[in-house]
């Protein structure tokens, strides 16, 4: 079963169209949205996430189709998700934000202290559950956005650009987690940065204006570079060969 599946997804802002038409799947494992600045990731990733309501199209997530309120409350329960920005209350302390999370995703409460601590564990945060929200680092808090994210049983984790902040160090051990999360759940993350992309997604998507341009693995990207498109990597070459293709009307 796909964890999710978005036929000629359509999303607006009032009169202007941001998603346009958009078809995708993602099968277990980590699939990237890989796109430059106002492309549409964080629109799209907001839709899945059933933050939004699709303007039009179908969308299944978790072999459900979404078509209204009983929909969503049922399948948000085994979804997670990280917004670029999300709120909190700074007074909580690590372990307090992460367990209501847990209580908001119906986490039985015989279950929530033990999956809090477990998620707070896998973003190495267990040895910060009681500092106070407001006293974390900008990668501290970033962690602690995935751990909400991953807390409980999901099996569907939407990420919007889940590695800004974070230090080199720490982005290996996201990406080892991410790795482990596949195992049990399909990984969606949006990211402009290549570099994530490459060292942990099976499969991609480049999507720019809204539209998806590239889907593949990464190793089918590289391989689409041609001598004359600029890039340090083959794969950040392939990447600029798909925006500049699609760029070219057909
Ligand atoms: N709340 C909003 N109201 C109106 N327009 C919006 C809103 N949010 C995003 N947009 C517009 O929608 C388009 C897509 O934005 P979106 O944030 O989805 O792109 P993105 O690919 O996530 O970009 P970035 O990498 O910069 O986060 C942009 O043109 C943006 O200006």
């Known amino acids: 079963m796909p964890g999710l599946e978005a036929v000629g ?95 908001l995703r119906e986490v039985p409460d015989r279950k929530a ?9 896998q973003v190495g945060l267990a040895d910060r559950r009681k500092n ?8 501290m808090l970033r962690r602690a956005g995935i751990a909400q994210a991953i807390v409980g049983d999901v099996e569907l984790i939407l990420l919007d650009e889940p590695t800004v902040g974070l230090d080199p160090e720490q982005r290996l051990d996201f990406r080892r987690l991410i790795r482990t999360l596949a195992s049990t759940a399909t990984v969606v993350l949006s990211t ?25 693995t990464p190793a089918e990207l590289a391989a689409n570079a041609t001598p004359d498109t600029p890039g340090d990597t083959p794969l950040e070459s392939g990447y600029i060969w798909a925006l500049r293709s699609a760029a070219v009307p057909a």
């Open 113 to 121: 202290h033990e999956a809090t601590l477990r998620a707070l564990e």
């Open 9 to 103: 997804l359509v999303q607006s802002y009032g009169s202007r169209t941001v998603i346009s038409g958009l078809t995708m799947r993602a099968d277990a494992g980590v699939v990237a949205l890989l796109g430059p600045n106002g492309a549409g990731k964080s629109t799209l990733l907001k839709t899945l996430a059933t933050v939004t309501p699709p303007g039009g199209g179908e969308l299944r997530l978790l072999g459900r189709r979404i078509t209204g309120e009983k929909d969503v409350r049922e399948v948000r329960k085994k979804i997670g998700y990280l917004p670029q920005e999300f709120g909190y209350h700074p007074n909580f302390s690590v372990y307090e934000f992460v367990r209501y999370c847990a209580w």
């Open 132 to 139: 106070r929200m407001r006293e974390l680092s900008g990668g």
């Open 192 to 216: 402009h940065l290549v570099e994530d992309v490459a060292a942990v997604c099976t499969c991609l998507h480049v999507i720019t204006d809204g539209r998806i341009v590239f889907s593949g």
